[in-house]
T-cell receptor
Framework: AQSVTQPDIHITVSEGASLELRCNYS??????LFWYVQSPGQGLQLLLK??????LVQGIKGFEAEFKRSQSSFNLRKPSVHWSDAAEYFCAVGWKTSYDKVIFGPGTSLSVIP | GAVVSQHPSRVICKSGTSVKIECRSL??????MFWYRQFPKKSLMLMATSNEGSKATYEQGVEKDKFLINHASLTLSTLTVTSAHPEDSSFYIC??????????FGPGTRLLVL
């Protein structure tokens, strides 16, 4: 069965420090990969997505992610975190079925220390 | 960009009553929509796939008689929580694909059953 894991439930970083959020998926073929952010009381916002091509993708707000097929991973990175980045981050995986279904990982909560 | 709306944004109801939540794609047509449930500080759990003109497809463990889904038109899907109980209290989110690999999420509906 398809699954998405995010090993880190909660991460705390200092403002200005670099960030890496981990995501691994389980599926036989290459899926579509997404990172979403959800701030308290807010809806989901798409940060970036990977479908094919260049395995390093750039997103909004200075985020990037790298797809590594050999590791079944799609880790999210940011070189310098801002206090406003504190939020819940979800990795999601989609499959090109007739339904375009998307399954979410458990999420990583990010706290930023001033 | 594409917009998906949900109504109501929050609802409080008495135990035993039924509650209907609407999901609309405002500027595009969606033959498929998805319904998710999110518990506090948890990830989004895919509940079902709503199909215009046919029956919804439910994920394993989701009670189809409890969560009735109707995809009445190409821009509207409704989720009815029947005979709601306090354990049904949650945050319900819908999404609709505009094109392949691109999901647009509604802002969510917070349901509180007293």
């Amino acid at each position: 069965a398809q699954s998405v894991t995010q090993p880190d439930i909660h991460i705390t970083v200092s403002e200005g420090a670099s960030l890496e959020l981990r995501c691994n998926y389980s599926y036989g073929a290459t899926p579509y990969l997404f990172w979403y952010v959800q701030s308290p009381g807010q809806g989901l916002q798409l940060l970036l997505k990977y479908f094919s091509g260049d395995t390093l993708v750039q997103g909004i707000k200075g985020f990037e992610a790298e797809f590594k097929r050999s590791q079944s991973s799609f880790n999210l990175r940011k070189p310098s975190v801002h206090w406003s980045d504190a939020a819940e981050y979800f990795c999601a995986v989609g499959w090109k079925t007739s339904y375009d279904k998307v399954i979410f990982g458990p999420g990583t909560s990010l706290s930023v220390i001033p | 960009g594409a917009v998906v709306s949900q109504h109501p944004s929050r609802v409080i109801c008495k135990s035993g009553t039924s509650v209907k939540i609407e999901c609309r794609s405002l500027d595009f047509q969606a033959t498929t929509m998805f319904w998710y449930r999110q518990f506090p500080k948890k990830s989004l759990m895919l509940m079902a796939t709503s199909n215009e003109g046919s029956k919804a497809t439910y994920e394993q463990g989701v009670e189809k008689d409890k969560f009735l889904i109707n995809h009445a038109s190409l821009t509207l899907s409704t989720l009815t929580v029947t005979s709601a109980h306090p354990e049904d209290s949650s945050f319900y989110i819908c999404s609709a694909p505009l094109a392949a690999e691109t999901q647009y999420f509604g802002p969510g509906t917070r349901l509180l059953v007293l």
